[in-house]
């Protein structure tokens, strides 16, 4: 801890970064975000096993960016979104310090997106054992049950969009949820309507979620919405052998095809 405060403190004093994002102490015993952007309130900063959500969803956000030069906590999901952003053209290596905290919390500062592409390939970037058994138990049900499954976990969806708002990928300024010219989908929450919302939206994030979770943890209601796009990651994997946020030069695996594909569809 004392590091990366004497770090942090290092970078606003020498203005190599105008505010560091990191975590903080909340109320009720859990953490919460700071950006902090003097270095006399460097003290702030905490790193512990609570310090779980995915700071890079403050990254992408407009009156964080125009605060200047962005330092940023990074674990090992926030390492991952930070090179996802930048394969999808959302951020240089010029506007961020990555200060990196390693699986045993120690800080690695990483220069370049280079050297957090060689980082992670030495580490374990996979689902969770925890989700990766529900996931597993989820695909051996029928096509039948698996719907029953998911329509009766979104007909408790209050359609509040908090999974939206913590994650990361969602960064578009308008989503398709508050088109109404045509009404993509209904406002109310409804069993069709909160269907067709974590459906597209899965769509939308397929090889591009980083599987960092946070999207399930920021439900109020504990719908695992986190299953819905970690299918996707296993998905493209197994179809397409690409992993999100492990190359900041990746094409998107959705919207780029070869002339010269096997499949004749794309000619
Ligand atoms: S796990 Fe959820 S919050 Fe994290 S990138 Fe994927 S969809 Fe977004
Ligand atoms: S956070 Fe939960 S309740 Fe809110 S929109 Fe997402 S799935 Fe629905």
Redesign the pocket.
Known sequence: MDEIRKRAKELLENQTAKVVIGYGEGTAGKTRAVFIRKPEDTGQLIFDDRCEQ?LAVYLLKHEVKHLGKLAIIATI?VMR?ILQVASELQLTENDVVILGITPEKNLIELEGFKSVEDYLKTQDVGIRKEDKELLTKLTSLSLEEKWAYWEEELSRCIKCYA?RA?????YCLRCFVEVNQPQWIPIAPNDLGNMEWHLLRAMH?AG?????????RACPVDIP??LL??KG?EDVHTDFNVVAGMNATMESVLSSFKPDDKETFIR
Request: aromatic share 4%; hydrophobic share 30%; net charge neutral.
């Open positions: 995915n999901p979104t999974c913590a994650c990361p990928m969602c994030l591009r979620c980083i599987n960092c979770g946070e999207c399930g919405i986190h796009t970690f990651v």
